[in-house]
């Protein structure tokens, strides 16, 4: 629940500190004193959009800080700890305005997105604004409010979920469909190009090797005779290495005294006379083994233009071929009935249909369930607000020819019947401004007694009652406080009466600056007040003991 808030150069506000109880609490004053403020900043600090005509006059920022006790909200604990937020029991959430417009969140003291607030915020808080009965004339509204009565809106959620992945396959497959013919056409280039590249069968390295083969056998006849004439100088030539390194060794061992220095040299010699002589051997072999293939030549030189002429038609390198190759048997293989070809869209179409259709069914059966309850007890809280002879009726309708939408397989409507023996009609065509006000009052009671959300907001939405009808707003909106916390704005001093808190905003000028000032009050000051209500400026003896009586039989009641 809702603990602590703290206002600071918000509005006419320029410093606001509130302690909240459990119970019901209400919030009055003059129009225009400020009672906006309290509900408007806690919207600020659970995400709501901001400007920067919030920060007050003179001010460089406007900052708002609202605490929570989460000990007894699992969602709101899990939802702190799935994010690494979680700091005791205490939840923090913080705004910071600046005069220039721009905005900064926290949360336990954490720098966080704007949207993290909007989401936290709706597992601690709910607002009922003064003007939500009007947004009861949009059908939208009415599913809303029935499926947060049923409690399905995760049902909902993933029901919403589940058509939009319907309606994107959907879409593509009429995509392809309506495309057919260039669908047909690029796959009969495709397999075309498939087929030429299969049957070139390119594998990676392969040119390389071709080319290096080429070049070999290309030169072939310049490779032997070089050979051969390296042979002949070696050892076969009458001026051979061979026969020139023998006249050299018989030089020196002709020598007419024995040489040490000339040791190694002669070594030297020796050895190389060997090795020319093995290197001839070799040299004659390799000619005799070589032979020249024109043959085998053809053949390579062939693969290769193939293989030049496939990569100068695709404008690539040969070497990208293999990978081309690849990419384009992959999107024959989509087309042509893989992922994303008209056979496999169509399957799982089908497939998404029945999954949108399971979880579609749970919605409408839960949804049917709730709406007889609902009409039930919105019936019960209108005869105790004067209106005994409306008829409340939750209409569900099938969407046309069962088509899917994201809302799942109805049309759900709110309608009324004014006076008994009357159809039921929509509500935005029976309702005068009043019963409307009434009839929305009466609908967010219902649903908020079985909201999860332990903090409820009213925003006068009270407005337009009066006289007995008054007294029982005030005895439900207490009923709300007793099993949670109810905080509301409100001009009638029969709702006024009955709160567990009453918190009194006014204002004041001092140096030509205005100022807004919110109070806890007393019993004495809230017998003042509610006598205010009642009478106005001038209060009488008379209007001081009906504003007491008034709040003690409020604060007697206990249903």
Not at 20 to 46: H, P, R
Not at 126 to 144: A, C, E, F, G, N
Request: proline share 3%.
């Amino acid at each position: 629940m809702l603990t602590q808030l703290t206002v600071s150069n918000y509005a006419i506000a320029e410093r606001v500190e509130l302690q909240f109880n459990t119970g019901m609490t209400a919030l009055t004053g003059e129009t225009g004193a400020g009672k906006s403020i309290v509900l408007d900043a806690l919207g600020l600090a659970m995400g709501g959009r901001a400007d920067a005509g919030a920060v007050r006059h003179g001010a460089k920022r406007a900052d708002i800080t609202a605490t929570f006790d989460v000990a007894k909200i699992p969602e709101a604990v899990a939802w702190l700890e799935q994010h690494e937020l979680d700091d005791d029991s205490d939840c923090i959430l913080r705004r910071v305005i600046s005069k220039d417009g721009r905005s900064r969140a926290y949360i336990n003291g954490q720098p966080c997105p704007l949207a993290h607030l909007k989401d936290l915020g709706g597992l601690l808080m709910d607002i009922h604004s003064q003007h939500q009965h009007q947004s009861l004339l949009r059908k939208d509204t009415h599913r809303k409010l029935l499926d947060e009565f049923a409690g399905v809106e995760a049902l909902a959620a993933d029901t919403h979920a589940a058509f939009k992945v319907w309606n994107q396959t959907r879409q593509r497959l009429t995509e392809r469909q309506q495309n057919a013919d260039e669908t047909e056409a690029k796959l009969q280039l495709l397999r075309y190009q498939v087929e030429e590249l299969d049957r070139l069968a390119l594998d990676d390295g392969e040119q390389d090797q071709l080319e290096q083969e080429q070049a070999q056998l290309s030169q072939a006849d310049a490779v032997l005779h070089s050979s051969h004439q390296a042979a002949l100088l070696c050892t076969e030539d009458e001026t051979s290495a061979a026969d020139l390194v023998r006249q050299a060794l018989q030089q020196l061992e002709q020598l007419p005294v024995e040489v040490p220095a000339l040791a190694d040299t002669i070594q030297m010699l020796n050895e190389a006379q060997i090795q020319i002589g093995e290197a001839g051997d070799n040299l004659r072999r390799f000619v005799e083994d070589y032979e020249a293939d024109p043959a085998r030549l053809a053949e390579v030189e062939e693969r290769l233009s193939s293989i030049y002429q496939m990569a100068r038609k695709h404008r690539i390198t040969p070497e990208e071929l293999p990978e081309l190759h690849q990419n384009l048997s992959a999107e024959l293989a989509e087309l042509n009935g893989g992922a994303g070809s008209l056979e496999q869209l169509e399957v799982e179409l089908q497939e998404q249909r029945a999954a949108f259709d399971a979880l579609a069914g749970q919605l409408t059966e839960a949804r049917e369930q709730a709406a007889v309850d609902l009409d039930q007890r919105v019936a019960e809280e209108l005869a105790q607000l004067s209106m005994p002879t409306v008829q409340f009726v939750t209409r569900l309708s099938r969407n046309a020819n069962d088509e899917p939408a994201p809302h799942g397989q109805q049309d759900i409507e709110f309608l009324v019947s004014a006076n008994p023996g009357q159809p039921a009609r929509p509500l935005a065509k029976v309702a005068s401004g009043g019963e409307l006000s009434r009839i929305s009052l009466a609908i967010q009671v219902v649903v908020a007694q079985t909201s999860t959300t332990p903090t409820l907001v009213f925003d006068e939405v009270d407005v337009g009652i009066g006289g007995g009808t008054a007294e029982v707003v005030g005895r439900l909106l207490r009923t709300l406080g007793s099993n949670g916390q109810v905080l509301c704005v409100t001009h009638l001093p029969q709702v006024a009466a009955q709160c567990h808190q009453h918190l009194f905003v006014s204002k004041f000028t001092e140096r030509d600056a205005t100022f807004s000032k919110i109070e806890t009050l007393d019993d004495n000051g809230r017998i003042s007040e509610v006598a205010r209500m009642l009478g106005g400026v001038d209060m009488t003896e008379h209007t001081i003991a009906h504003a007491r009586e008034m709040f003690s039989k409020g604060q007697a009641t206990h249903h």
